[in-house]
């Protein structure tokens, strides 16, 4: 079974800066493409970013474009979402998954089938 636990939300002014993590539990971590999503209250969670399997490649949500950064270490089985010049709009629980194909990088949900217990992220403006 597969385990995800995201760190390092909290409450940031707007403008400010946060750095998530992502820890999973299983060996083949490496092998497979991660993303982060995120869900505001009453909205429906969305993509924010992904990156393949051995972070070469990365992908992001356009509004999220220029100010946050995925990024993996395969050697610790960690994902990461540096978060820049946070906006208030960005306030929301921030999950990372794992896409059921190990090389697969979608923005929909359904194609992951493991998922983090999620992080808020508070911004104030």
């Known amino acids: 079974q597969v385990q995800l636990v995201e760190s390092g939300g909290g409450l940031v002014q707007a403008g400010g800066s946060l750095r998530l993590s992502c820890a999973a539990s299983?060996?083949?971590?490496?092998?497979?493409?991660m993303a982060w999503f995120r869900q505001a209250p009453g909205k429906e969670r969305e993509f924010v970013a992904a990156?393949?399997?051995?972070?070469?490649?990365?992908y992001y949500k356009d509004h999220v474009k220029g100010r946050f950064t995925i990024s993996r270490d395969n050697a610790k089985n960690t994902v990461s979402l540096q978060m820049n010049s946070l906006k208030p709009e960005d306030t929301a629980v921030y999950y990372c998954a794992r896409p059921v194909s190990p090389r697969s990088i979608t923005w929909n949900v359904w194609d992951y089938n493991y998922w983090g217990q999620g992080t808020q992220v508070t911004v104030s403006s």
């Open positions: 299983e060996g083949s971590f490496n092998s497979y493409a």
């Open positions: 990156i393949n399997w051995s972070g070469s490649s990365t």
